[in-house]
């Protein structure tokens, strides 16, 4: 169980409102994602539902029990932080413990929920070593570890793969995410990484600046931006947005459209413009095309075979239909 | 580069500060163990021979050496326990966000600026006089009879002395090092489920272990020495004569250098057990 509900929170550090009154509603089960540029409070969010500070007002439920007032320690949440905050001074064996002990749990379930948590890990020959000899994607384990053994209702993380190479990223992204589909917890996971966002959830949390800009599903994200906030936030390479006359043609003050809706071509297209830099990746290849006169830089996704150069004068032709509309507030026209 | 002619010179512009430091160290060592072998009264007829193994013999045997070992390590011990657990306290308790933090640090500090000799007087005269002392007032204050503390209560006085002086070293030492702490263990502990007294045993003490040790070791070494405090208070009286103050007794009181050097070197001795003994029990802390 693990149904998570605040109610018109608001979090203030001195004068200074970080988080205006918000509502936010997270099932139980549910693998919900925080993004937001740096700074917008995605940590401070984490915090206030960790019970780690204090909220100025409005209230926190857990369970539908009111637990606004309930310390950090009996709200049956647990958080992997993003310095993974593990104790030095302990094995392996003991961190994972530490929780169990504190519960005051009898040493024969302890051993047996530390070696359960250790083989789903793949823990298991590192349990007498200490924090300061793993490597970093094992202290990540650990942590992850003694979050689990406790059987929380939820798993608060924060940042935790931000300290690890890309490739160990990737590794410790799906055994996150294999690690939901087994539990079945509520698990709230901030990140700035949009890619992380985009696989792992089942629902995003869009902040900037402590307000919520968009909740819903990656794909409704992706495909149904609310605003041009979430529409330039969400999608790598970020979506081109072109204002002016072409805008006005769609009746918008702004379209909006992604990059891999533009089609390539020697010849022909609706816009023409030149290549300035092109960015082979293999598989794909980006085009960042100038003097189209639309935008200052229009980005294209091509196939990786495509081969155009810097200084080629192009055709690009959007889809009609995934052309995204957008007022002059930024809110998005259906 | 270390080639071979750099090498020659460093060590030829590193010579005379080795030479002085060995000197430093050598000369009154060798004069040490020197005079212990020999009979030397410089008022009752000056250097009366060798005599082998006579002076060391007599320092053991006479009647104040044990009690003097004792009174060493009573006031290292207590001195040790006193500011190791005020120290960590303190260190905490400043550590805290509060008002005019900088200006209660450095007063914290103030202690360890004062001469020995001058706060052993000030505590003497000002406090623990029985008569005049603050602490008298104090007693009088609540009706009670006061304490002539150096007399009755000399141990402890000194104790209070010397710990007053060191607290300042260790709260410091501690106070960096918990400072050093990282915040969001203590929040990981909170959100374990350790109430705060289980924070501070099983994060907070752990990590400070190191500081601990260091502490203990750096003030081992210069208690074990302290003279001033016990010169100016009670001159060795009411059982507050250490290994230190036996051997200056012996050398300058009696005028027998023969004697107090042999002293001396069992002072050598004793510190080099008491810095063993403690680097194989906190060693283990150093290398971890
Ligand atoms: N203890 C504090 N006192 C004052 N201001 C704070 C405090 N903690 C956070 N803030 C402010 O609150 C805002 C949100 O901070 P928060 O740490 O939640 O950002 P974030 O979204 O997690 O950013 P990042 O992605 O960089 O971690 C920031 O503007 C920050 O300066
Ligand atoms: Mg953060």
């Known amino acids: 169980m693990g149904r998570i509900q605040l109610k018109s929170v608001t979090k203030s550090f001195g004068d200074v409102q970080v988080i205006p009154p918000l509502d936010l509603t997270i099932e139980d089960g549910e693998f919900t994602v925080f993004v937001g540029p740096s700074g917008c409070g995605k940590s401070t969010l984490l915090r206030l539902i960790a019970g780690l500070e204090d909220i100025t007002s409005g209230s926190i439920d857990i369970d539908g029990a009111d637990a606004t007032d309930v310390p950090p320690a009996k709200r049956g949440l647990a958080m992997v932080f993003q310095s993974y905050a593990l104790y030095p001074h302990m094995t392996v064996r003991k961190n994972i413990a530490f929780p169990l002990r504190m519960a005051k749990l009898d040493q024969a379930e302890i051993d047996k929920r530390v070696e359960g948590a250790a083989s789903v890990l793949n823990l298991t020959d590192y349990l007498d070593r200490r924090p300061g000899q793993l490597s970093g994607g094992q202290r990540q384990r650990v942590a992850i570890g003694r979050a689990i053994v406790r059987e929380p209702a939820a798993f608060l993380f924060d940042e935790p793969l931000s300290n690890l190479d890309a490739a160990l990223r990737v590794g410790m992204r799906l055994e996150i995410s294999e690690l939901h589909e087994r539990l079945a917890t509520t698990m709230i996971y901030v990140t700035h990484d949009q890619v992380e966002a985009m696989t792992?959830?089942?629902?995003?949390v869009v902040l900037q600046a402590g307000v919520i800009e968009q909740v819903g599903s990656p794909l409704d994200l992706y495909r149904t931006p609310r605003n041009l906030f979430v529409a330039g936030f969400i999608g790598s390479p970020k979506m081109n947005f072109?204002?002016?006359?072409?805008?006005?043609?769609?009746?918008?003050?702004?379209?909006?459209?992604?990059?891999?809706h533009i089609a390539v071509s020697e010849s022909q297209?609706?816009?023409?413009?030149?290549?300035?830099?092109?960015?082979?990746?293999?598989?794909?290849?980006?085009f960042h095309v100038h003097e189209t006169g639309l935008a200052e830089t229009i980005t294209v996704r091509a196939d990786g075979e495509v081969g155009f150069r810097h200084g080629d004068r192009i055709h690009l032709t959007p889809r009609a239909d995934v052309i995204h509309k957008f007022d002059a507030k930024g809110l998005r026209i259906e | 580069m270390a080639t071979q002619h750099s090498r020659s010179v460093a060590r030829l512009m590193m010579a005379p500060a080795v030479v002085l430091l060995l000197g430093w160290m050598l000369v009154p060592l060798t004069m040490t163990l020197y005079f212990s072998f020999k009979k030397y009264l410089p008022l009752r007829g000056g250097d009366l021979g060798w005599v082998g193994f006579d002076n060391y013999i007599r320092f053991v045997s006479s009647s104040s050496f044990w009690p003097a070992v004792q009174a060493t390590l009573t006031i290292v011990g207590g001195v040790l326990i006193i500011t190791v657990i005020l120290g960590?306290?303190?260190?905490?308790?400043?550590?805290?966000?509060?008002?005019?933090?900088g200006v209660v640090r450095i007063l914290v500090i103030a202690p360890f600026f004062v001469m020995p000799t001058v706060s052993a007087l000030v505590w003497k005269n000002m406090f623990m006089d029985p008569v005049n002392g603050l602490l008298a007032h104090l007693w009088r204050f609540f009706g009670a009879e006061p304490v002539s503390w150096l007399s009755e209560a000399s141990m402890t006085s000194i104790i209070m002395i010397v710990s007053w002086q060191w607290l300042p070293f260790a709260t410091l030492i501690l106070l960096t090092a918990i400072q050093s702490l990282d915040s969001e263990q203590l929040e990981a502990a909170e959100m374990d489920g350790a109430p705060p007294l289980k924070r501070f045993f099983h994060i907070i003490l752990p990590h400070l272990s190191r500081a601990i040790t260091i502490v203990i070791l750096i003030q081992t070494i210069f208690l074990l020495s302290i003279?001033?405090?016990?010169?100016?208070?009670?001159?060795?009286?009411?059982?507050?004569?250490?290994?230190?103050?036996?051997?200056?007794?012996?050398v300058l009181e009696s005028q027998n250098v023969g004697l107090g050097s042999a002293g001396g070197v069992y002072a050598i001795i004793l510190a080099n057990i008491v810095a063993i003994f403690l680097m194989r029990i906190v060693g283990k802390n150093l290398d971890a």
């Open chain 1, 269 to 286: 297209g609706d816009w023409s413009g030149v290549v300035s830099v092109s960015e082979h990746l293999g598989s794909d290849t980006f």
């Open chain 1, 242 to 260: 072109i204002e002016g006359e072409e805008a006005a043609k769609h009746g918008a003050h702004t379209i909006g459209i992604r990059p891999e």
């Open chain 1, 200 to 204: 792992m959830a089942d629902k995003i």
């Open chain 2, 227 to 250: 003279f001033a405090e016990i010169f100016v208070t009670t001159g060795g009286a009411f059982g507050t004569r250490t290994l230190t103050y036996l051997i200056f007794q012996r």
């Open chain 2, 88 to 101: 960590v306290l303190l260190a905490m308790l400043l550590d805290q966000p509060m008002w005019g933090q």
